[in-house]
């Protein structure tokens, strides 16, 4: 196991040197007007000022430079000052950081105890009216935008019975209560259009593991069908649905910006929407840059945790 | 004996039709769902083109007269909070989503052929190299991206179409190269290379013609990821700038502040757009398991 983690470590180097070079350069892309259009923004256009953004941005010195100084400073968690607050973008991503993050679990939650019990179900029943109904559903919060369902939620039960989801962002150490009335909604809806595929994958892994002969044994042997599913089934068949929820990742991010935004939740991705509505380039860099580490050690998780469940991968 | 049944199959040779009749009448025989949401899809695609001839009314014309009025006989899908016709806006909107979607999912599966075909033909350090810039690209996610991006190039229409011909080209390159590496290791590859077929020759007569199974499912599935991703851009107020029309556009900004007062106005851009995705979804699913049922179940 542990040269197996140590493996898993070192294939790690080549994609974040990749990723931070992606992440550089993307931010390089700002053609030069762009510094005068935040000067202009801002009324403030002295010679002074452009060379103070042009060293907070680092833009002053040569490419190559600038990379690997931006690189040292990022992995000591240093991303700079945001352009407007002149605070640390350090400080705004630890704020939000755990925000995005309650919101990417909760969703998590509400997904697989929505995904596994009925994939499962859907699977025993093979080809029954409930299986066809699980089926059809999930294909259709495949294809449902999930900024639509977030727009309806606003709109129709406030239409119909007054009600409409609060949108005032309590921290939960505060009000925990408060804090999971507010985010129980986004999450749900992403947690939703999360468990469609993560249904499917459930549905389809079970299909084949049911078939195998080992369950066949255990059947014959007199095993009850909840133990033979729970003790038996699961463990094999869950282990690309394990891989599934890593692929994820990335889709639970993106539509959580989407979320953020609708039910005013201040985590990472409406950070970012707001950095990228007052062009402010350092926080979108940061919160960039951190989305893709986080990510990649998802990931990473998720393989370490796919060589506990099955020893064959370990000993590749 | 064995000769007999050699002339009888000589001579009763069957009805030889195209490839593409041939798959369209095993998709509907076998997939009637798949079939359907083909037919749904093209459809929406015919309203797209001729959006222009089938909107009742200018998508920008005004009517501060007709404000918010709900759907009626002049105004089938009722009127928005400018007394803009809804349905003529929806017309329009799904213009510009078909526009966005082909151009979108053509350059995205250009790029996946590209980057999987010399990545996947030609293996080793090339091959190495580009799967570590893909493994980098693929940790960040679509949307993040996609706003980085916009927020340094600006929103338009034909930055919108490179940037997610990039993002989903290089994430399909992974299943072109998967693909490539098989084909590379068949009999008919490797004889090709023992007679001395130059290396361009081999690409286009044997690598490609037996990849585009897999490219015409991927153009499928990103075809509606693409309107997705349009629709969320323009949610956010990155897509194709107003006042042009887009399904992702009237759900939000100051359409949602009025939806209160006309529900509607929230009802008819994302009922078309998950019908849509939902049609092409069902119709690429039907296609994977026609022409490629190593891919069955792997999304």
Redesign the interface.
């Not at chain 2, 706003?147 to 190039?153: G, Q």
């Given at each position: 196991m542990q040269a197996y983690i140590i493996r898993r470590l070192l294939a790690l180097i080549p994609t974040l040197i990749f990723a931070s070079v992606i992440v550089f350069f993307s931010i390089r892309l700002i053609p030069g007007d762009v510094i005068d259009l935040m000067l202009s923004q801002n009324d403030i256009s002295t010679g002074q000022d452009r060379a103070n953004i042009e060293a907070a941005l680092g833009l002053d010195r040569p490419v190559i430079v600038q990379y690997f100084r931006w690189v040292g400073s990022a992995m000591m968690g240093d991303f700079g000052n945001s352009l407007w607050q002149n605070t640390p973008v350090s400080e705004q991503l630890l704020a939000r950081m755990p925000i995005s993050f309650e919101l990417g679990l909760l969703a998590l939650i509400v997904a697989l105890s929505v995904a596994l019990p009925i994939g499962v179900y859907s699977a025993m029943r093979q080809d029954s009216l409930g299986d066809y109904i699980t089926r059809s559903f999930s294909l259709l919060m495949l294809a449902i935008p999930s900024f639509w369902l977030g727009t309806l939620v606003m709109v129709f039960p406030s239409v119909w019975w007054r009600w409409s989801p609060a949108l005032e962002y309590t921290p939960f150490l505060e009000d925990p209560i408060k804090n999971l009335s507010h985010m129980i909604v986004p999450a749900t809806l992403l947690g939703l259009s999360m468990s469609a595929v993560t249904m499917r994958m459930t549905r389809t892994m079970m299909l084949e593991v049911m078939r195998q002969d080992y369950i066949r044994t255990a059947r014959a042997k007199g095993v009850g069908e909840v133990l033979l599913v729970v003790r038996h089934a699961l463990r094999n068949g869950l282990i690309p649905v394990v891989t599934l929820i890593g692929l994820q990742a990335p889709v639970l991010i993106g539509g959580a910006v989407i979320m953020e935004q609708i039910f005013v939740v201040p985590g990472m991705g409406l950070l970012l929407l707001e950095a990228v509505s007052s062009r402010d380039y350092p926080v979108v860099s940061g919160v960039f840059l951190v989305v893709g580490v986080g990510v990649l050690l998802i990931n990473l998780a998720v393989d370490l945790s796919y060589g506990l469940l099955d020893p064959k991968v370990r000993h590749q | 004996m064995t000769s007999e049944t050699v002339v009888t199959t000589m001579e009763l040779p069957r009805k030889r039709r195209g490839p593409v009749v041939e798959l369209l009448s095993r998709l509907i025989r076998t997939k009637p769902l798949g079939a359907a949401g083909g037919l749904i899809f093209l459809v929406f695609l015919l309203a797209g083109i001729f959006a222009d001839l089938l909107a009742p009314f200018g998508m920008n014309d005004t009517n501060l007269v007709h404000r918010l009025e709900p759907p009626s006989l002049a105004f089938l899908l009722g009127t928005d909070h400018l007394g803009r016709d809804v349905l003529s806006r929806v017309l329009i909107g799904g213009q510009i989503s078909m526009i966005v979607s082909f151009c979108a999912a053509g350059l995205a599966t250009f790029i996946s052929i590209l980057l999987g075909v010399v990545s996947g033909y030609f293996g080793g350090r090339i091959d190495m190299l580009i799967q570590?810039?893909v493994?980098?690209?693929?940790?960040?996610?679509?949307?993040?991206l996609l706003?980085?991006?916009?927020?340094?190039?600006g929103p338009g229409l034909v930055q919108i179409i490179v940037i997610l011909g990039l993002l989903y080209g290089i994430a399909g390159s992974r299943i072109v190269r998967g693909s490539v590496i098989t084909i590379r290791e068949q009999m008919y590859t490797h004889a090709a290379q023992s007679i001395g077929a130059r290396t361009p020759r081999i690409l286009w007569r044997h690598i490609l013609p037996n990849v585009m199974p897999v490219v015409i499912v991927l153009f499928s599935t990103r075809v509606?990821a693409v309107i997705?991703a349009e629709?969320?851009l323009s949610?956010?107020g990155?897509g194709v700038p107003p006042p042009a029309p887009t399904w992702?556009s009237m759900?939000?900004g100051t359409g949602?502040t009025y939806?209160?007062l006309g529900?509607w106005l929230?009802l008819a851009?994302?009922l078309c757009?998950?019908?849509v995705?939902?049609a092409i979804?069902?119709f690429g699913d039907a296609l994977r398991d026609l022409l490629d049922p190593r891919m069955r179940?792997s999304?």
């Open positions: - | 570590r810039m493994d980098a690209w693929m940790i960040f996610p679509g949307l993040v706003i980085v991006v916009i927020s340094i190039v509606g997705l629709a969320g949610f956010l990155l992702g759900l939000s949602r939806m209160y529900p929230a851009p994302g757009l998950t019908i995705v939902y979804n069902v179940g999304r």
